[in-house]
C-alpha cells in the first residue's frame, strides 16, 4: 500500500497495541455485547469475537448469509494487483453538519444529500463515514493502525466504498480532531451538533493513487457487490487521534477473506 502505509510510527507498534486494548478496556467491556436499538431492528446481534463474531455471522441470521457464502467479500490482502490507467477522482463534498451515532460496534457519520464522488461522469453520493481499528484492507499481511470508509450510493442502487488508510505519525489531523471532540463513545449514542460544520474532503490523502476491486460490505449484511477503492498512501494521524477512536469503536476490523480469483487493479498517478 506504499511507504505511507508501512512507514514506522513514531510510537513502537506493540505500544501503540497495548494502549488500543487499555483505550478499549476503559471504554467498557460491555460494548463488544451491546445490543442497539438501530441493530436490533436490521438483523440478529453480531460483534467482532464470540460466538456472534466474523466466524459467525453467516449463521447468525438469513438476512447475513452472504457473509458466509459470498464469493466476493471483503477486507482483502492487496499484494497481487494488476497496473492499470489511473483514473481521477473527483471528490465533490461539501461541508457538513456532524451528525453520528455509536452502533456498540463501531461510529459512523451520516452524511446529508450533497456530497458525491465523481468518477468518469458518473456521481456516487456519498452517505457515510465509518472507523476502524486497526486497517480491514492489508498489503502484505501488515495492517494499517486504522481505516477510514466512505461508502457512496448510485441512481442506480450501486455502492461504491473508499477506503483510507490510518498511519500513526507526529502530526494531528485538524477535521479529525473536530470529529473526535464530538465522536459519540458510548453504545447507542447519537450526537447532532448543528453548528458544528465538517467536510470529509480533509479526510482524503492528496495522492490519489489506489487500488479498485469489487467486493462487499465488511459488515453484516456483507451485500455484495461493492466496489472498493484503497487509497496507497495514508492519512497521518496522532497516537492519540487513534487511542479516541479506538475508545468509542472497539477493536473492529473484519479478518480478511479469501480473493478467489478475482482482479484487483492499481491505479496510480505515477
Do not use: K
Request: glycine share 10%; hydrophobic share 40%.
Amino acid at each position: 500500500m506504499g511507504a505511507g502505509v508501512l512507514s514506522q510510527s513514531a510510537m513502537p507498534r506493540r505500544r501503540l497495541i497495548m494502549n488500543l486494548a487499555l483505550a478499549w478496556a476503559t471504554a467498557g467491556t460491555s460494548q463488544a455485547l451491546s445490543i442497539t436499538a438501530a441493530s436490533a431492528m436490521t438483523g440478529a446481534d453480531w460483534s467482532y469475537e464470540g460466538q456472534s463474531g466474523p466466524g459467525h455471522w453467516g449463521s447468525l441470521d438469513p438476512a447475513y448469509q452472504t457473509c458466509l457464502a459470498g464469493a466476493q467479500q471483503s477486507p482483502i490482502d492487496l499484494t497481487e494487483a494488476q497496473r492499470s490507467a489511473h483514473v481521477p477522482l473527483m471528490f465533490r463534498y461539501r461541508s457538513q453538519p456532524f451528525e453520528a451515532e455509536n452502533t456498540g460496534r463501531g461510529v459512523r457519520l451520516l452524511s446529508p444529500p450533497g456530497s458525491a464522488l465523481l468518477i468518469r461522469g458518473q456521481a456516487h453520493e456519498l452517505r457515510e463515514v465509518s472507523f476502524h481499528v486497526p486497517g480491514e484492507h492489508r498489503w502484505r499481511g501488515a495492517a494499517a493502525d486504522g481505516e477510514i470508509h466512505l461508502l457512496h450510493g448510485d441512481m442506480q442502487g450501486g455502492l461504491l466504498a473508499v477506503a483510507i488508510p490510518l498511519r500513526v505519525g507526529e502530526r494531528e489531523n485538524l477535521i479529525l480532531e473536530r470529529i473526535l471532540e464530538y465522536l459519540p463513545m458510548r453504545p447507542g449514542e447519537r450526537v447532532r451538533q448543528r453548528q458544528v460544520g465538517i467536510n470529509p474532503l480533509f479526510l482524503v490523502p492528496t495522492d490519489r493513487s489506489y487500488f479498485r476491486y469489487t467486493g462487499s460490505l465488511t459488515t453484516p449484511p456483507c451485500s455484495e457487490p461493492v466496489v472498493w477503492l484503497v487509497f496507497r498512501d495514508a492519512l497521518e494521524v496522532s497516537a492519540a487521534q487513534i487511542q479516541r477512536i479506538a475508545m468509542a469503536t472497539g477493536m473492529n476490523a473484519r479478518p480478511l477473506q479469501p480473493l478467489n480469483g478475482r482482479p484487483v487493479f492499481s491505479l496510480f498517478r505515477n
